[in-house]
């Protein structure tokens, strides 16, 4: 159990922002204060990481960066179609930075690492990719055909099912990868 936390956490630590602005929005139905607390959300917990030297990765620079300045335009702009379309833009842009082949070494659990080289991991960087381009297709359907609590309550579900069942899946298959790898290590120095 302490290895899926471990290698949930940086997908956690993602959304955070996001998971502040939702619950913000069901709560005070106030996209501006959900979309400014969201932007402090991301902010802090990126500073946190540095003060105490921990690594951040790529995804997490970009999200943050998204999280300012779209959440920006959006407090700008006052429309709830524009914050509604806004994630087809971060699923878009992080999609593509995930067609990288090896980014999810970065996010794996210290003990993946030792078994595991970037290579292993990259089709599953490309399935998650793939989770992102979809999730913008959706979220634009999404948001042309619904009010803003009801999009954010379709976006959110689909984004945490669709998101924990590949977790499980990449998680399942990269600790395969590392038991084998680990047997293979332990055979080759018993013999």
Excluded: C
Aim: no cysteine.
């Amino acid at each position: 159990m302490r290895y899926i936390l471990e290698a949930a956490r940086p997908i956690l630590v993602d959304l955070l922002s996001t998971i502040v602005f939702f619950i913000l929005l069901w709560t005070t139905h106030d996209f501006i204060l959900a979309t400014a607390l969201g932007i402090a959300a991301g902010v802090i917990e990126v500073t946190i990481r540095l003060i105490r030297k921990k690594p951040v990765g790529i995804i997490t620079w970009m999200s943050l960066g998204l999280v300012i300045i779209m959440g920006s335009a959006s407090i700008l702009t006052h429309q709830p179609l524009f914050v509604m379309l806004k994630p087809t833009i971060a699923y878009s842009l992080i999609g593509a930075v995930m067609l990288k082949p090896g980014w999810m070494y970065d996010y794996a659990p210290q003990i993946a690492r030792q078994y595991l080289t970037p290579a292993d991991m990259t089709p599953w960087g490309y399935a998650w990719s793939s989770l992102m381009f979809l999730s913008g297709a959706l979220n634009i359907a999404l948001a042309l055909t619904l009010d803003p609590i009801a999009w954010s309550a379709s976006l959110s579900i689909f984004g945490l099912v669709s998101k924990f069942a590949l977790f499980g899946l990449t998680y399942a298959a990269m600790r395969a990868k590392v038991i084998a790898a680990r047997s293979a290590a332990l055979t080759a120095n018993v013999g």
